[in-house]
Protein backbone atom coordinates (compact mmCIF):
# COMPACT_ATOMS: atom_id res chain seq x y z
CA UNK A 1 0.00 0.00 0.00
CA UNK A 2 1.17 3.52 -1.06
CA UNK A 3 0.26 6.69 0.65
CA UNK A 4 -1.38 10.23 -0.34
CA UNK A 5 0.21 12.83 1.74
CA UNK A 6 -2.66 15.70 0.62
CA UNK A 7 -2.27 19.13 1.98
CA UNK A 8 -0.44 17.61 5.08
CA UNK A 9 -2.96 14.83 5.40
CA UNK A 10 -1.97 10.69 5.21
CA UNK A 11 -4.52 8.19 3.98
CA UNK A 12 -3.87 4.95 2.92
CA UNK A 13 -3.69 4.79 -0.92
CA UNK A 14 -5.34 1.71 -2.96
CA UNK A 15 -3.52 -1.14 -4.75
CA UNK A 16 -3.42 -0.98 -8.36
CA UNK A 17 -5.71 -1.65 -10.37
CA UNK A 18 -6.25 -1.95 -14.14
CA UNK A 19 -8.69 0.38 -15.60
CA UNK A 20 -7.97 4.13 -16.50
CA UNK A 21 -9.48 6.74 -14.16
CA UNK A 22 -13.04 7.39 -15.33
CA UNK A 23 -12.45 11.47 -16.14
CA UNK A 24 -9.02 10.70 -17.44
CA UNK A 25 -5.37 11.38 -16.72
CA UNK A 26 -4.05 8.56 -14.51
CA UNK A 27 -4.23 5.20 -15.62
CA UNK A 28 -4.33 2.91 -12.26
CA UNK A 29 -2.65 0.06 -13.13
CA UNK A 30 0.82 1.88 -12.49
CA UNK A 31 3.12 -0.22 -14.57
CA UNK A 32 4.24 3.00 -16.72
CA UNK A 33 7.44 3.50 -18.11
CA UNK A 34 8.24 6.85 -19.94
CA UNK A 35 10.91 7.95 -22.53
CA UNK A 36 11.17 11.34 -23.16
CA UNK A 37 11.72 11.25 -27.07
CA UNK A 38 13.59 14.23 -27.92
CA UNK A 39 16.07 16.44 -26.76
CA UNK A 40 16.64 20.57 -27.11
CA UNK A 41 17.91 19.77 -30.42
CA UNK A 42 15.88 17.24 -32.06
CA UNK A 43 14.61 19.85 -34.30
CA UNK A 44 17.55 19.62 -36.90
CA UNK A 45 16.91 15.76 -37.27
CA UNK A 46 14.42 15.37 -39.41
CA UNK A 47 12.46 14.06 -35.97
CA UNK A 48 9.41 12.49 -36.44
CA UNK A 49 10.72 10.47 -39.22
CA UNK A 50 14.13 9.70 -37.21
CA UNK A 51 11.90 8.56 -34.57
CA UNK A 52 10.11 7.19 -36.38
CA UNK A 53 12.37 4.67 -37.14
CA UNK A 54 13.20 3.50 -33.09
CA UNK A 55 9.44 2.16 -32.35
CA UNK A 56 10.06 -0.88 -32.71
CA UNK A 57 13.62 -0.85 -30.45
CA UNK A 58 11.17 1.43 -27.60
CA UNK A 59 8.53 -1.39 -27.55
CA UNK A 60 10.82 -4.24 -27.14
CA UNK A 61 12.30 -2.21 -24.56
CA UNK A 62 9.62 -1.89 -22.39
CA UNK A 63 8.24 1.46 -22.67
CA UNK A 64 4.37 1.99 -22.47
CA UNK A 65 4.45 5.64 -23.68
CA UNK A 66 6.62 8.75 -25.21
CA UNK A 67 6.65 12.38 -24.72
CA UNK A 68 6.85 13.72 -28.13
CA UNK A 69 8.04 17.46 -28.25
CA UNK A 70 5.52 20.53 -28.84
CA UNK A 71 3.63 19.44 -32.42
CA UNK A 72 2.37 22.92 -33.37
CA UNK A 73 3.80 25.57 -35.42
CA UNK A 74 5.96 27.77 -33.52
CA UNK A 75 7.89 30.90 -33.25
CA UNK A 76 10.72 29.14 -31.60
CA UNK A 77 12.28 26.16 -33.44
CA UNK A 78 11.79 23.70 -30.36
CA UNK A 79 7.99 24.66 -29.89
CA UNK A 80 7.69 26.37 -27.12
CA UNK A 81 6.37 29.40 -28.69
CA UNK A 82 3.62 28.16 -30.32
CA UNK A 83 1.04 30.17 -32.32
CA UNK A 84 -0.91 28.47 -35.04
CA UNK A 85 -2.12 25.65 -32.68
CA UNK A 86 -3.65 23.98 -35.41
CA UNK A 87 -0.93 23.93 -37.64
CA UNK A 88 1.23 20.72 -36.96
CA UNK A 89 3.71 21.17 -39.69
CA UNK A 90 6.68 22.48 -37.28
CA UNK A 91 10.30 21.94 -37.29
CA UNK A 92 10.11 18.38 -35.75
CA UNK A 93 8.86 17.48 -39.48
CA UNK A 94 5.39 17.31 -41.63
CA UNK A 95 1.76 16.49 -40.55
CA UNK A 96 2.02 13.18 -42.49
CA UNK A 97 5.25 12.65 -41.01
CA UNK A 98 3.82 12.66 -37.27
CA UNK A 99 0.86 10.93 -38.35
CA UNK A 100 2.83 7.84 -39.80
CA UNK A 101 4.76 8.08 -36.65
CA UNK A 102 2.05 8.16 -34.54
CA UNK A 103 -0.21 5.16 -36.37
CA UNK A 104 3.50 3.22 -36.15
CA UNK A 105 3.51 3.72 -32.24
CA UNK A 106 0.20 2.32 -31.97
CA UNK A 107 1.08 -0.76 -33.82
CA UNK A 108 3.49 -1.20 -31.13
CA UNK A 109 0.91 -0.15 -28.41
CA UNK A 110 3.09 2.76 -27.25
CA UNK A 111 1.01 5.68 -26.46
CA UNK A 112 2.35 8.87 -27.75
CA UNK A 113 2.09 12.32 -25.22
CA UNK A 114 2.03 15.20 -26.55
CA UNK A 115 3.43 18.37 -24.98
CA UNK A 116 0.86 20.97 -24.55
CA UNK A 117 2.03 24.47 -24.30
CA UNK A 118 -0.84 26.84 -23.41
CA UNK A 119 0.08 29.38 -20.54
CA UNK A 120 1.31 31.54 -23.85
CA UNK A 121 0.63 32.03 -27.41
CA UNK A 122 3.01 34.48 -30.02
CA UNK A 123 -0.01 36.43 -31.76
CA UNK A 124 -0.09 37.26 -35.39
CA UNK A 125 -1.17 41.16 -35.02
CA UNK A 126 0.06 43.69 -33.16
CA UNK A 127 -2.83 44.84 -30.24
CA UNK A 128 -3.59 48.62 -29.15
CA UNK A 129 -0.56 48.49 -26.91
CA UNK A 130 1.76 47.53 -29.95
CA UNK A 131 2.38 43.72 -28.78
CA UNK A 132 1.76 41.25 -31.13
CA UNK A 133 -0.99 39.72 -28.83
CA UNK A 134 -3.96 39.19 -31.52
CA UNK A 135 -4.69 36.18 -33.10
CA UNK A 136 -5.91 37.34 -36.23
CA UNK A 137 -6.12 34.96 -39.67
CA UNK A 138 -5.16 31.65 -37.91
CA UNK A 139 -7.37 29.36 -35.83
CA UNK A 140 -8.42 30.26 -32.67
CA UNK A 141 -8.61 33.84 -33.81
CA UNK A 142 -8.29 35.45 -30.08
CA UNK A 143 -8.31 39.69 -29.35
CA UNK A 144 -6.33 40.60 -26.67
CA UNK A 145 -9.08 39.78 -24.32
CA UNK A 146 -7.47 36.45 -24.27
CA UNK A 147 -4.16 37.67 -23.01
CA UNK A 148 -3.54 38.64 -19.21
CA UNK A 149 -3.75 42.00 -18.34
CA UNK A 150 -0.10 41.70 -16.07
CA UNK A 151 1.52 40.45 -19.73
CA UNK A 152 0.04 43.62 -21.90
CA UNK A 153 -3.44 42.04 -22.64
CA UNK A 154 -7.02 43.05 -21.87
CA UNK A 155 -7.91 40.43 -19.72
CA UNK A 156 -7.96 39.58 -16.22
CA UNK A 157 -4.46 39.58 -14.21
CA UNK A 158 -2.86 35.85 -14.44
CA UNK A 159 -4.11 33.17 -11.83
CA UNK A 160 -0.14 31.95 -12.04
CA UNK A 161 3.25 33.21 -12.81
CA UNK A 162 4.08 35.36 -15.66
CA UNK A 163 6.22 33.84 -18.67
CA UNK A 164 8.08 36.89 -19.61
CA UNK A 165 8.16 38.28 -22.99
CA UNK A 166 5.07 36.66 -24.60
CA UNK A 167 1.56 36.86 -23.87
CA UNK A 168 0.38 34.86 -21.36
CA UNK A 169 -2.93 33.30 -22.13
CA UNK A 170 -6.40 34.04 -19.69
CA UNK A 171 -7.44 31.06 -18.74
CA UNK A 172 -10.32 32.74 -16.79
CA UNK A 173 -12.23 33.34 -20.09
CA UNK A 174 -14.82 30.92 -20.76
CA UNK A 175 -13.84 31.24 -24.38
CA UNK A 176 -10.32 30.74 -24.26
CA UNK A 177 -11.13 27.71 -22.28
CA UNK A 178 -13.40 26.47 -24.62
CA UNK A 179 -11.33 27.02 -28.04
CA UNK A 180 -8.54 24.94 -25.91
CA UNK A 181 -10.71 21.87 -24.95
CA UNK A 182 -11.71 21.59 -28.51
CA UNK A 183 -8.11 21.57 -29.23
CA UNK A 184 -7.05 18.83 -27.06
CA UNK A 185 -10.17 16.47 -27.97
CA UNK A 186 -8.91 17.17 -31.49
CA UNK A 187 -5.16 16.09 -30.67
CA UNK A 188 -6.76 13.09 -28.75
CA UNK A 189 -9.26 12.13 -31.37
CA UNK A 190 -8.47 13.23 -35.21
CA UNK A 191 -4.37 13.35 -34.17
CA UNK A 192 -3.96 10.03 -32.31
CA UNK A 193 -2.31 11.90 -29.02
CA UNK A 194 -3.60 9.83 -25.90
CA UNK A 195 -1.49 11.58 -22.69
CA UNK A 196 -0.98 15.30 -22.30
CA UNK A 197 2.60 16.34 -20.61
CA UNK A 198 0.97 20.07 -19.42
CA UNK A 199 3.94 22.88 -19.70
CA UNK A 200 5.09 25.60 -17.34
CA UNK A 201 2.37 24.83 -15.46
CA UNK A 202 2.86 27.31 -12.56
CA UNK A 203 1.87 29.86 -15.10
CA UNK A 204 -1.89 29.30 -14.52
CA UNK A 205 -4.30 27.95 -11.80
CA UNK A 206 -4.65 24.11 -11.31
CA UNK A 207 -8.25 23.87 -11.50
CA UNK A 208 -7.68 24.95 -15.21
CA UNK A 209 -5.44 21.60 -15.26
CA UNK A 210 -8.71 19.50 -14.16
CA UNK A 211 -11.20 21.13 -16.16
CA UNK A 212 -8.68 20.23 -19.19
CA UNK A 213 -7.79 16.62 -18.34
CA UNK A 214 -12.02 16.23 -17.54
CA UNK A 215 -13.13 17.22 -20.44
CA UNK A 216 -10.67 15.81 -22.84
CA UNK A 217 -10.12 12.94 -20.89
CA UNK A 218 -5.90 11.64 -22.00
CA UNK A 219 -5.36 8.55 -20.75
CA UNK A 220 -2.48 9.84 -18.96
CA UNK A 221 -1.21 13.04 -17.90
CA UNK A 222 1.65 14.95 -16.59
CA UNK A 223 2.17 18.74 -14.93
CA UNK A 224 5.41 20.33 -15.04
CA UNK A 225 5.39 22.06 -11.58
CA UNK A 226 9.29 22.82 -11.58
CA UNK A 227 10.20 24.63 -8.07
CA UNK A 228 13.02 25.88 -6.48
CA UNK A 229 14.16 23.87 -3.95
CA UNK A 230 15.23 24.38 -0.65
CA UNK A 231 18.84 25.47 -0.39
CA UNK A 232 20.94 26.82 2.83
CA UNK A 233 21.43 30.83 2.74
CA UNK A 234 24.88 30.42 4.06
CA UNK A 235 26.34 28.54 1.91
CA UNK A 236 23.59 27.90 -1.13
CA UNK A 237 24.43 23.73 0.02
CA UNK A 238 21.06 21.74 -0.91
CA UNK A 239 19.16 21.43 2.42
CA UNK A 240 18.24 17.56 3.80
CA UNK A 241 14.59 18.48 4.66
CA UNK A 242 12.84 18.94 1.09
CA UNK A 243 9.28 18.66 2.66
CA UNK A 244 7.90 22.27 1.86
CA UNK A 245 9.54 21.68 -1.42
CA UNK A 246 7.41 18.70 -2.26
CA UNK A 247 4.00 19.63 -0.22
CA UNK A 248 3.69 22.18 -2.84
CA UNK A 249 4.32 19.73 -5.77
CA UNK A 250 1.50 17.28 -3.93
CA UNK A 251 -0.54 20.65 -3.16
CA UNK A 252 -0.56 20.89 -7.00
CA UNK A 253 -1.38 17.45 -7.71
CA UNK A 254 -4.26 17.73 -5.15
CA UNK A 255 -5.68 20.89 -6.72
CA UNK A 256 -6.08 18.59 -10.19
CA UNK A 257 -8.43 16.49 -8.06
CA UNK A 258 -5.92 13.95 -8.46
CA UNK A 259 -6.28 14.07 -12.10
CA UNK A 260 -2.54 15.06 -13.10
CA UNK A 261 0.74 13.60 -12.34
CA UNK A 262 3.51 15.96 -11.91
CA UNK A 263 7.18 15.49 -12.64
CA UNK A 264 9.13 14.53 -9.43
CA UNK A 265 11.52 17.44 -9.52
CA UNK A 266 11.99 17.21 -5.77
CA UNK A 267 13.75 13.16 -6.36
CA UNK A 268 15.99 14.86 -8.99
CA UNK A 269 16.98 17.92 -6.51
CA UNK A 270 18.20 15.09 -4.09
CA UNK A 271 19.47 12.26 -6.02
CA UNK A 272 21.71 14.54 -7.93
CA UNK A 273 23.22 15.38 -4.97
CA UNK A 274 23.24 12.58 -3.30
CA UNK A 275 24.71 10.57 -5.64
CA UNK A 276 28.07 12.55 -4.96
CA UNK A 277 28.77 10.99 -1.95
CA UNK A 278 25.74 12.09 0.55
CA UNK A 279 23.52 9.18 -0.08
CA UNK A 280 22.26 9.27 3.41
CA UNK A 281 19.66 12.50 1.70
CA UNK A 282 17.62 8.77 0.25
CA UNK A 283 16.25 8.57 3.71
CA UNK A 284 13.87 11.07 4.80
CA UNK A 285 13.25 11.38 8.63
CA UNK A 286 10.24 8.98 8.25
CA UNK A 287 12.46 6.39 6.46
CA UNK A 288 10.60 6.53 3.25
CA UNK A 289 12.01 8.16 0.19
CA UNK A 290 12.46 11.68 0.35
CA UNK A 291 11.05 12.65 -2.83
CA UNK A 292 7.47 13.36 -4.12
CA UNK A 293 7.83 9.60 -4.79
CA UNK A 294 7.81 8.75 -0.79
CA UNK A 295 4.45 10.43 -0.35
CA UNK A 296 2.36 9.87 -3.21
CA UNK A 297 3.90 7.51 -5.52
CA UNK A 298 1.28 7.07 -7.82
CA UNK A 299 1.47 10.74 -8.76
CA UNK A 300 5.13 11.29 -9.21
CA UNK A 301 6.54 10.84 -12.76
CA UNK A 302 10.63 10.18 -11.77
CA UNK A 303 12.93 11.27 -13.71
CA UNK A 304 17.10 11.89 -14.38
CA UNK A 305 17.53 14.36 -16.90
CA UNK A 306 15.51 16.46 -19.48
CA UNK A 307 15.20 18.92 -22.62
CA UNK A 308 15.70 21.76 -19.85
CA UNK A 309 18.03 20.10 -17.21
CA UNK A 310 20.04 17.97 -19.29
CA UNK A 311 21.05 17.95 -23.35
CA UNK A 312 22.53 21.05 -24.63
CA UNK A 313 20.87 23.89 -22.36
CA UNK A 314 22.16 21.96 -18.96
CA UNK A 315 20.03 24.27 -16.27
CA UNK A 316 20.35 22.04 -13.77
CA UNK A 317 22.46 18.78 -15.03
CA UNK A 318 22.39 15.63 -13.47
CA UNK A 319 26.35 14.40 -12.83
CA UNK A 320 27.19 12.37 -15.52
CA UNK A 321 29.43 10.27 -14.40
CA UNK A 322 26.88 8.63 -11.91
CA UNK A 323 23.71 8.49 -14.21
CA UNK A 324 23.56 4.81 -14.00
CA UNK A 325 23.31 5.09 -10.38
CA UNK A 326 20.23 7.07 -10.91
CA UNK A 327 18.52 5.02 -13.14
CA UNK A 328 19.15 2.36 -10.76
CA UNK A 329 17.43 3.96 -7.63
CA UNK A 330 14.39 5.50 -9.94
CA UNK A 331 14.08 2.01 -12.31
CA UNK A 332 13.65 -0.21 -9.07
CA UNK A 333 11.87 2.37 -6.87
CA UNK A 334 7.77 3.03 -7.06
CA UNK A 335 6.88 6.43 -9.09
CA UNK A 336 6.47 6.33 -12.57
CA UNK A 337 10.24 6.29 -14.17
CA UNK A 338 11.02 8.64 -17.14
CA UNK A 339 14.11 7.65 -19.23
CA UNK A 340 15.77 10.64 -20.89
CA UNK A 341 16.42 9.70 -24.91
CA UNK A 342 19.63 10.90 -24.78
CA UNK A 343 20.96 8.60 -22.17
CA UNK A 344 19.10 5.70 -23.91
CA UNK A 345 20.53 6.38 -27.86
CA UNK A 346 22.98 8.86 -27.63
CA UNK A 347 25.52 7.85 -25.23
CA UNK A 348 26.54 4.12 -26.77
CA UNK A 349 25.23 0.69 -26.18
CA UNK A 350 26.40 0.30 -22.91
CA UNK A 351 24.05 2.88 -21.30
CA UNK A 352 21.06 1.33 -23.97
CA UNK A 353 21.70 -2.11 -22.61
CA UNK A 354 22.02 -1.49 -18.71
CA UNK A 355 18.95 1.23 -18.73
CA UNK A 356 16.84 -1.87 -20.75
CA UNK A 357 17.82 -4.47 -18.16
CA UNK A 358 16.24 -2.25 -15.37
CA UNK A 359 13.59 -1.90 -17.11
CA UNK A 360 12.87 -5.42 -17.73
CA UNK A 361 13.86 -6.42 -14.23
CA UNK A 362 10.67 -3.65 -13.15
CA UNK A 363 8.63 -5.27 -15.23
CA UNK A 364 9.23 -8.75 -14.23
CA UNK A 365 9.59 -8.59 -10.69
CA UNK A 366 5.91 -6.39 -11.20
CA UNK A 367 7.41 -3.29 -9.49
CA UNK A 368 4.82 -0.34 -9.92
CA UNK A 369 3.96 2.66 -8.88
CA UNK A 370 2.80 2.06 -5.35
CA UNK A 371 5.23 -0.38 -5.01
CA UNK A 372 6.51 -0.40 -1.29
CA UNK A 373 10.43 0.57 -0.21
CA UNK A 374 11.93 -0.94 2.76
CA UNK A 375 15.61 1.38 3.52
CA UNK A 376 18.07 -0.82 4.70
CA UNK A 377 20.97 1.72 4.54
CA UNK A 378 21.63 5.17 3.66
CA UNK A 379 25.01 6.69 4.33
CA UNK A 380 27.62 8.73 2.48
CA UNK A 381 28.77 5.81 -0.05
CA UNK A 382 26.06 3.43 -0.10
CA UNK A 383 21.93 3.46 -0.34
CA UNK A 384 20.07 -0.08 -0.24
CA UNK A 385 16.59 -1.08 -0.39
CA UNK A 386 14.22 -3.76 -0.84
CA UNK A 387 11.24 -2.73 -2.86
CA UNK A 388 8.12 -5.21 -2.46
CA UNK A 389 10.30 -7.92 -0.85
CA UNK A 390 10.83 -9.68 -4.39
CA UNK A 391 13.73 -6.70 -5.74
CA UNK A 392 17.05 -5.72 -3.72
CA UNK A 393 19.11 -3.01 -4.93
CA UNK A 394 21.92 -0.88 -4.15
CA UNK A 395 24.03 2.35 -5.33
CA UNK A 396 27.06 3.86 -4.09
CA UNK A 397 30.79 2.93 -3.86
CA UNK A 398 31.05 0.60 -0.36
CA UNK A 399 30.47 -2.67 -1.06
CA UNK A 400 27.18 -4.19 -0.19
CA UNK A 401 25.28 -7.16 -0.59
CA UNK A 402 22.04 -8.54 0.18
CA UNK A 403 22.87 -10.48 3.81
CA UNK A 404 20.62 -13.89 3.07
CA UNK A 405 22.62 -14.26 -0.40
CA UNK A 406 21.41 -17.52 -1.33
CA UNK A 407 18.13 -16.09 -1.70
CA UNK A 408 18.48 -13.34 -3.45
CA UNK A 409 20.11 -14.07 -7.05
CA UNK A 410 22.06 -10.87 -8.86
CA UNK A 411 20.21 -9.82 -11.86
CA UNK A 412 21.79 -6.60 -12.69
CA UNK A 413 25.24 -4.93 -11.56
CA UNK A 414 27.32 -2.21 -13.01
CA UNK A 415 29.46 1.45 -11.48
CA UNK A 416 28.30 1.97 -8.24
CA UNK A 417 24.84 -0.04 -8.57
CA UNK A 418 23.61 -3.61 -8.13
CA UNK A 419 20.32 -5.43 -8.26
CA UNK A 420 18.73 -8.95 -6.96
CA UNK A 421 15.67 -10.71 -6.76
CA UNK A 422 14.66 -13.77 -5.25
Given at each position: MGQVVSDGVVQEEAAPKEEAAPKGGIIKNGREILLQAFNWESHKHDWWSNLEGRIADIAKSGFTAAWLPPPTQSLSQEGYLPQNLYSLDSCYGSLQQLNSLIQSMNDHNIRAMADVVINHRVGTTQGSNGMYNRYDGIPIPWDEHA????????????????????P????????????????????????????????????YASKYVKEYIEESKPLFAVGEYWDSCEYNPTDNHLSYNQ?????????????????????????????????????????DTEEKPPGVMGWWPSR??????????????????????????????????PGIPTVFYDHFYDWGDSFHSEIAKLMEIRKCQDIHSRSTVKILEASSNLYSAVIDDKLCMKIGQDSWCPSDDEEWKLAASGNGYAVWHK
Open positions: VTSCSGGKGNESTGENFDGVNIDHTQPFVRKDIIEWLVWLRETIGFQDFRFDFTKGDKHRQRIINWIDSTGGLCAAFDFTTKGILQEAVKGELWRLRAVTFIENHDTGSTQGHWPFPSDHVMEGYAYILTH
